[in-house]
């Protein structure tokens, strides 16, 4: 048996489209959650997603690569706002 908390942010509230840049109004949110966070135990797996706009130019040459760009800068941020020990988390 496996307990899970699912954590699922709309992407127009965290990335502009075609962008793997957090919005600055995110971070507020983004705090929030690190609070819960560190709270917990166990591993964090951060998975990023697209928006639904077919990619490809110089930084991305595919929507995966905007996703998994995505997913990790979602993870440095929560590491630069606090201490969560990084092997905790994996990036999908």
Known sequence: FEDKI???IAEKGSFESGLAKLKPEFQEAL???YEVLKTLEGQLSISGHSDDVPIFNSQFTSNWS???Q???EVTHALLDIGALPDLLFSVR
């Open 6 to 8: 699912l954590i699922r």
């Open 31 to 33: 705090h929030k959650i």
């Open 70 to 72: 995505r997913a990790i």
């Open 66 to 68: 905007l996703s998994s």
